[in-house]
């Protein structure tokens, strides 16, 4: 009989397999663990690339696969979708029986999974809670799964201290750094010729990666801030070359897409993509002049990269960002003026934040000292006494 652990690993979005893969591949190396993969969400819907065939790219055959997105991106739709995501993952954990049940961030597909295995009983191991996004209702979402998990990998110390605020023990908590710097510093990356060929598109003499996510909570819609975004790139006009992502399937977020399709259909000098896959993604943000938009990536990876970021809105307040990033509203005037300034920074001596690449082996070595991790299942309210 097999003695490892069986680890379940949920994964809903490209983004976020870019960041858990790096874990995945450490846990298998270790020689402790059996690692199941499950896909969701995005990873599932043609629309959004149907990104489930990267993970199989990876190596790794999916355990299950469970279907949760509605063809809505209402409120209304996003809620059903949770709904379902639960119904999914019921059945889903019930057959695999994981040990543990591994997820990252704040997606509503992650909520849906960790709710069913809080009342099936399976531990939950959470990476990247902690964090602060005030622009999106990611950040209850975010922090709702970090009450319904039962370790804690923070990528830093000020998200380790929100967690402990929240009332989890400190000996649960290990701020590891984010893994999407691991996989970063290990990955080859393709080169200018190579990824023109790949891509079907020449660069220009500056060159941007813009992806534009819905800011959930703003007073201003997200179309409406997505048009200030492609009203700025006109502004910059066809000498700047443009390579956009699609959007996460967040309340609104076909809308962007529909956006930046149309936008990129009419100028020679913009190329859309619903996903890129993490070697061609992370080789654009490589070889670009800045990243633009509000995507996480422009925090976590892009400094590592010396690439600057025009971080846009709200989205992402409350996290640390480098000095590499510069900040703006969603105004059209505003993104211009901050782009031509991240095009004259010098990153060359940027410290990013998120960690030194050595997070998924500092993940591992917890897990495998954690010799009983159903007795993780029963925890209190950590409150630290005033002397």
Same mark, same amino acid.
């Given at each position: 009989?097999?003695?490892?652990?069986?680890?379940?690993? &949920?994964? +809903?979005?490209?983004?976020?397999?870019?960041?858990?893969?790096?874990?995945?591949?450490?846990?298998?190396?270790?020689?402790?663990?059996?690692?199941?993969?499950?896909?969701?969400?995005?990873?599932?819907?043609?629309?959004? +690339?149907?990104?489930?065939?990267?993970?199989?790219?990876?190596?790794?055959?999916?355990?299950?696969?469970?279907?949760?997105?509605?063809?809505?991106?209402?409120?209304?739709? #996003?809620?059903?979708?949770?709904?379902?995501?639960?119904?999914?993952?019921?059945?889903?954990?019930?057959?695999?029986?994981?040990?543990?049940?591994?997820?990252?961030?704040?997606?509503?597909?992650?909520?849906?999974?960790?709710?069913?295995?809080?009342?099936?009983?399976?531990?939950?191991?959470?990476?990247?809670? +902690?964090?602060?996004?005030?622009?999106?209702?990611?950040?209850?979402?975010?922090?709702?799964?970090?009450?319904?998990?039962?370790?804690?990998?923070?990528?830093?110390?000020?998200?380790?201290?929100?967690?402990?605020?929240? +009332?989890?023990?400190?000996?649960?908590?290990?701020?590891?750094?984010?893994?999407?710097?691991?996989?970063?510093?290990?990955?080859?990356?393709?080169?200018?010729?190579?990824?023109?060929?790949?891509?079907?598109?020449?660069?220009?003499?500056?060159?941007?990666?813009?992806?534009?996510?819905?800011?959930?909570?703003?007073?201003?819609?997200?179309?409406?801030?997505?048009?200030?975004?492609?009203?700025?790139?006109?502004?910059?006009?066809?000498?700047?070359?443009?390579?956009?992502?699609?959007?996460?399937?967040?309340?609104?977020?076909r809308a962007l897409l529909n956006m930046t399709e149309a936008f990129a259909?009419?100028?020679?000098? #913009?190329?859309?993509?619903?996903?890129?896959?993490?070697?061609?993604?992370?080789?654009?943000?490589?070889?670009?002049?800045?990243?633009?938009?509000?995507?996480?990536?422009?925090?976590?990876?892009?400094?590592?990269?010396?690439?600057?970021?025009?971080?846009?809105?709200?989205?992402?307040?409350?996290?640390?960002?480098?000095?590499?990033?510069?900040?703006?509203?969603?105004?059209?005037?505003?993104? &211009?003026?901050?782009?031509?300034?991240?095009?004259?920074?010098?990153?060359?001596?940027?410290?990013?934040?998120?960690?030194?690449?050595?997070?998924?082996?500092?993940?591992?070595?917890?897990?495998?000292?954690?010799?009983?991790?159903?007795?993780?299942?029963?925890?209190?309210?950590?409150?630290?006494?005033?002397?």
């Open positions: 009989m097999d003695s490892k652990r069986r680890l379940c690993i &949920v994964t +809903g979005s490209r983004a976020e397999w870019g960041l858990l893969s790096p874990v995945a591949d450490a846990l298998r190396a270790s020689g402790a663990f059996l690692v199941d993969v499950v896909a969701t969400g995005m990873h599932l819907s043609p629309e959004f +690339g149907m990104t489930a065939a990267s993970i199989q790219q990876d190596g790794y055959e999916l355990a299950e696969k469970v279907e949760m997105l509605l063809s809505s991106d209402s409120g209304v739709g #996003v809620a059903k979708s949770v709904g379902l995501g639960v119904i999914g993952f019921s059945d889903a954990l019930a057959r695999l029986s994981p040990d543990m049940v591994m997820v990252l961030g704040d997606r509503f597909e992650i909520l849906s999974a960790v709710t069913a295995a809080l009342f099936l009983r399976i531990p939950v191991a959470h990476l990247c809670g +902690g964090d602060v996004t005030e622009g999106a209702f990611d950040d209850s979402i975010r922090h709702s799964i970090t009450k319904m998990s039962h370790v804690h990998f923070p990528s830093n110390k000020d998200a380790a201290r929100r967690i402990i605020c929240m +009332g989890e023990r400190p000996d649960r908590v290990f701020v590891v750094g984010s893994p999407g710097v691991d996989h970063l510093l290990r990955l080859k990356l393709m080169g200018r010729e190579a990824l023109e060929m790949d891509l079907g598109f020449q660069f220009r003499p500056r060159n941007i990666l813009a992806t534009f996510h819905p800011e959930t909570l703003a007073d201003v819609s997200p179309v409406d801030q997505c048009a200030e975004l492609l009203a700025a790139i006109e502004t910059l006009g066809p000498e700047v070359g443009v390579i956009f992502t699609h959007p996460n399937a967040d309340t609104q977020g259909s009419s100028r020679e000098n #913009v190329l859309a993509r619903s996903s890129l896959g993490q070697l061609r993604y992370l080789s654009v943000m490589n070889l670009c002049d800045a990243v633009v938009g509000n995507s996480s990536s422009g925090l976590y990876e892009a400094p590592s990269l010396k690439t600057p970021t025009v971080n846009i809105g709200g989205r992402q307040a409350g996290r640390p960002k480098a000095v590499s990033v510069v900040d703006c509203p969603a105004e059209r005037t505003a993104i &211009v003026s901050a782009v031509r300034k991240a095009f004259d920074l010098d990153c060359s001596d940027v410290v990013n934040p998120y960690g030194d690449g050595e997070a998924s082996g500092r993940i591992v070595r917890v897990l495998r000292e954690m010799q009983d991790w159903q007795s993780l299942l029963c925890k209190g309210f950590y409150e630290e006494l005033e002397p």
